[in-house]
């Protein structure tokens, strides 16, 4: 029982990473109708930027400290969410009006830009993050080990989540972001700006994505420009098993994958962790086609 | 049928040979051939193990640069021509036929990793030019054929070692193994030292998987607690050691961890930091070794490079130097006289010890065994094989 609850922290903490990082490939696509498959390394920039922010921030916030660990967190959420809007300027907007598909390859062509201008200024080799947190001795209730990292990782997560929910249903430029989402020919006539509404986007999403970047960095210290490939692909199927377009979906497919994905590797075997993983994903997409908790997308003839 | 479609791939495998072996028509290649001998080198560059790749090419380039220095080779200047293979798989096939069918080595050095090398191997011995493996640990490398060599020991020694060790030294009785299913290094060594541990009458109480590039060991590090083992053994790369050490250290696991040579990095001990202390690791060579030839090896790499010598450094010197020992020998650049001379190499003085080929073109040669203290690699023990 206590190896099982243990488990289900490890698989919490991992899941809500993903969560993170699934949120944004789940508005982007809300908004614009396509994966941003470049997301993934969005987080990978966010772990690095925290690499470089920290001995600069070190200068003012001893590090580690709580205080000084905030400062790191804000401001690469702050660098990755301009470099979101950037990308999307250069890269996606002036194939607004092409076809998805171009799109498409556009993003798997900045993914593959950032991946390698990354091995190119940061190096290939994996660099060892700072300890950006003090790490408290590790708490131990009835034989489960409270790691305080993990705890961190959740209590952030659930932070960012309320936050970006308060955004998305109380503000003004949420429910611009649900307008243009719900039909955007709709929301321009209605003078909604959708060009901001989409920077927008972008920049709420990368700076979720740079979020779990800290955080993954804060868990396992060890970063490398190819990081954000495999986190990328899992906090996509995440997307797409909680129903893509939908918030609340990503968050629930991101904690789904990381439990299941742990429970599998800590009692059957981890060699099959992906497959079991993507066979729940196919199993519940049989079931559900939208997704957990996706609407029935009804084709306009 | 199967006979005949055999006959045909044999047949198009040494018309592909005879066109792409450089080696015996070195006349009739380019005129900058003939007045160098032709080295080719696969390395990890950059990628997953750069830091392993780095120092085995910089421990080769030393050597041949030592050897320019004192007059090159049957008379000639030797050129390293070396190509990365950004730790992938496939790339390594990709460059080592470059090498051959293009550059014309006469001999290929490389690699670290023994799923790369196993992928050059079957070129290189196609095309009949010896290859010497530096660090490629596992068994089957040198299965490929004659023409395949390595300057370090095999994975059955030293998963017999790491058993002994923590057996004898460390006093083990319940070990849990903790192995990266996507590696054959690290599949190879975790089978023989299983073996070595049951055989001393210890048991194996917990067995678990990761795969190469993963970042969170927490699932697989709970089940082993759960089975409260008294040590745990890594046969993995530093790139996933360091976690492996910090994550068991924030679940409360206390008992040593321990792993073969694929830990030796200066990239390990950053990623682990305190988690890895107490630790242990058994490798090919110790710069505190206090031999003369060691000293003078540490002495000159340090002047070029500014930085002290790791075993892949010292493995890569090694190969580079038993080559040319073995060319001297031939006294001309016959790719089959090399090999024979390699085949016949016995106590061949190496920086990690004295090196004899045994008949399956493996070295017979020590291991050393290292502690991680205060954040350095300190020197244990020495084990003969």
Same mark, same amino acid.
Do not use: C, M, Y
């Given at each position: 029982m206590t190896e099982f609850l243990q488990q289900l922290i490890n698989g919490l903490a991992f899941g809500s990473i993903l969560a993170l990082i699934a949120l944004g490939y789940t508005m982007v696509y809300g908004i @614009?109708?396509?994966?941003?498959?470049?997301h993934g390394d969005i987080f990978m920039l966010g772990a690095f930027a925290g690499f470089y922010l920290a001995p600069k921030t070190a200068t003012v916030f001893? @590090?580690?400290s709580i205080a000084g660990a905030i400062v790191v967190l804000f401001l690469s959420m702050l660098i990755c969410a301009a470099l979101g809007v950037v990308i999307e300027r250069l890269a996606y907007r002036p194939l607004r009006?092409?076809?998805?598909l171009t799109v498409l390859i556009t993003a798997i062509g900045v993914s593959l830009f950032l991946e390698y201008a990354g091995q190119f200024f940061f190096g290939a080799a994996p660099k060892k993050f700072p300890d950006i947190l003090p790490v408290l001795p590790i708490t131990k209730i009835g034989g489960l080990s409270l790691n305080s990292n993990q705890l961190i990782v959740l209590a952030v997560t659930l932070i960012l989540l309320v936050a970006l929910r308060f955004i998305v249903m109380k503000t003004k430029i949420g429910t611009a972001m649900r307008a243009v989402s719900f039909n955007p020919e709709a929301a321009a006539l209605m003078g909604v700006n959708t060009d901001v509404v989409i920077s927008f986007t972008f920049a709420l999403g990368s700076a979720l994505a740079a979020a779990a970047g800290i955080l993954w960095a804060i868990n396992y210290p060890s970063i490398d420009p190819l990081m954000g490939i495999l986190p990328g692909l899992k906090a996509f199927v995440a997307a797409v098993l909680g129903g893509i377009g939908n918030l609340p979906g990503a968050a629930l497919g991101g904690i789904i994958i990381g439990v299941t994905e742990t429970l599998v590797s800590g009692y059957i075997s981890s060699t099959y962790r992906d497959a079991i993983a993507f066979a729940v994903l196919i199993l519940i997409l049989l079931v559900r086609p939208s997704g957990l908790l996706g609407k029935k997308e009804i084709e306009k003839v | 049928m199967n006979t005949l479609r055999t006959s045909i791939i044999l047949a198009a495998a040494l018309a592909t040979a005879g066109l792409l072996s450089g080696c015996n028509q070195s006349s009739s290649? %380019?005129?900058? =051939? %003939?007045?160098c001998v032709k080295i080719g080198e696969f390395a990890s560059?950059?990628? $997953?193990e750069a830091t392993f790749g780095q120092s085995s090419h910089r421990g080769t380039q030393l050597a041949i640069d030592e050897l320019n220095a004192g007059g090159g080779l049957l008379g000639k200047k030797i050129q390293l021509i070396t190509e990365d293979n &950004?730790? &992938?798989?496939?790339q390594s096939a990709t460059v080592v036929r470059k090498l051959i069918s293009?550059?014309? +080595? +006469?001999a290929m050095l490389g690699e670290v990793a023994s799923s790369r090398s196993l992928e050059a191997a079957p070129i290189c011995q196609q095309n009949k030019i010896p290859m010497i493996s530096?660090? %490629?640990?596992?068994?089957?490398v040198t299965e490929t054929g004659e023409y395949i060599f390595r300057v370090c020991f095999i994975d059955p020694f030293q998963g017999t070692v790491m058993a002994n060790f923590a057996h004898?030294?460390?006093?083990?009785q319940n070990v849990a193994v903790l192995k990266d299913v996507k590696s054959d290094y690290s599949l190879g060594l975790a089978k023989f030292f299983k073996e070595g541990v049951l055989a001393n009458g210890?048991?194996?109480?917990a067995e678990e998987n990761y795969s190469g590039g993963?970042?969170?060991f927490n699932a697989q590090l709970t089940a082993i607690k759960a089975a409260n083992p008294d040590g745990i053994f890594v046969p993995g790369y530093y790139t996933e050691v360091g976690l492996i050490a910090l994550q068991a250290k924030q679940l409360g696991i206390t008992v040593p961890i321990f792993g073969g040579d =694929?830990?030796? $990095?200066? $990239?390990l001990v950053p990623i682990g930091g305190a988690a890895l202390e107490g630790d242990y690791f058994s490798t090919?060579?110790?710069? &505190?070794?206090?031999a003369p030839a060691v000293q003078s090896f540490v002495k000159s790499y340090q002047a070029k490079f500014n930085e002290t010598p790791d075993a892949m450094a010292a493995l890569g010197y090694d190969s580079a130097m038993m080559l040319a020992d073995a060319i001297k020998k031939t006294g001309s650049t016959d790719c089959t006289k090399i090999r024979d001379a390699l085949a016949a190499?016995?106590?061949?003085?190496g920086v990690t010890g004295n090196i004899t080929m045994d008949a399956n073109r493996n070295a017979s040669k020590p291991a050393v065994i290292l502690e991680i203290k205060n954040g350095a690699f300190q020197y244990v023990e020495t084990v003969a094989p």
């Open positions: @614009l109708r396509f994966i941003n498959f470049a001893p @590090l580690p009006k092409r076809p998805k | 290649s %380019s005129s900058a =051939g %003939s007045d560059l950059t990628g $997953s &950004q730790s &992938q798989a496939g293009s550059d014309h +080595v +006469v530096p660090s %490629s640990t596992n068994p089957k004898k030294t460390l006093k083990l210890g048991k194996i109480i993963d970042k969170d =694929g830990w030796e $990095s200066s $990239s090919h060579f110790s710069p &505190q070794d206090t190499e016995t106590d061949f003085a």
